[in-house]
T-cell receptor, first 114, second 110 residues
Framework: AQSVTQPDIHITVSEGASLELRCNYSYGATPYLFWYVQSPGQGLQLLLK??????LVQGIKGFEAEFKRSQSSFNLRKPSVHWSDAAEYFCAVDHNTNAGKSTFGDGTTLTVKP | EAQVTQNPRYLITVTGKKLTVTCSQN?????MSWYRQDPGLGLRQIYY???????DKGDVPEGYKVSRKEKRNFPLILESPSPNQTSLYFCATGQWYGYTFGSGTRLTVV
């Protein structure tokens, strides 16, 4: 069965430090991969996506992610974190062979220290 | 402005009393979906719809119904709510390149 694992439930970084959030997936074919961010009390906002081509994708708010097929990973990175980045982050897989079905990871909560 | 509108935002109800959570989108997308979010469990897909009159089960469809009679609306129906359906619910629409989510409906069943 398809699955998405976000190994870190909670991460704390200092403002200005770099950030990497991990995401591993289990899926038979090349997946469609997404990262979403959820601020407290809000819905989810799409940060970036990968379908094919260049394995390093750029998103909004200065985020990027790299697809590594050999490691079944799609880690999210940001070179310098801002206090406003504090939120919950979700990695998701869209099942391109079963269009419409999607699987989300359990989420990683990011705390930013001043 | 592109929007996904869910109503109500908050709802407290009693066990067994039928309820409907509405979802409407103004983006003319064919695809719509419902998720529930529970602490530590991420988002789990309840039902999705690829087009009008076409709906399919997600991972946790038990206890829920949906209908898709027109493109813009995708209501979620709980015929006989139970306390284990207390959750935060999100409607989403979009294309294969990413989804737009509503602001959520926090449902409490007592």
């Amino acid at each position: 069965a398809q699955s998405v694992t976000q190994p870190d439930i909670h991460i704390t970084v200092s403002e200005g430090a770099s950030l990497e959030l991990r995401c591993n997936y289990s899926y038979g074919a090349t997946p469609y991969l997404f990262w979403y961010v959820q601020s407290p009390g809000q819905g989810l906002q799409l940060l970036l996506k990968y379908f094919s081509g260049d394995t390093l994708v750029q998103g909004i708010k200065g985020f990027e992610a790299e697809f590594k097929r050999s490691q079944s990973s799609f880690n999210l990175r940001k070179p310098s974190v801002h206090w406003s980045d504090a939120a919950e982050y979700f990695c998701a897989v869209d099942h391109n062979t079963n269009a419409g079905k999607s699987t989300f990871g359990d989420g990683t909560t990011l705390t930013v220290k001043p | 402005e592109a929007q996904v509108t869910q109503n109500p935002r908050y709802l407290i109800t009693v066990t067994g009393k039928k309820l409907t959570v509405t979802c409407s989108q103004n983006m003319n997308h064919e695809y719509m979906s419902w998720y529930r979010q529970d602490p530590g469990l991420g988002l789990r897909q309840i039902y999705y719809s690829m087009n009008v009159e076409v709906t399919d089960k997600g991972d946790v469809p038990e206890g829920y119904k949906v209908s898709r009679k027109e493109k813009r609306n995708f209501p979620l129906i709980l015929e006989s709510p139970s306390p284990n359906q207390t959750s935060l619910y999100f409607c989403a629409t979009g294309q294969w390149y990413g989804y737009t989510f509503g602001s959520g409906t926090r449902l409490t069943v007592v």
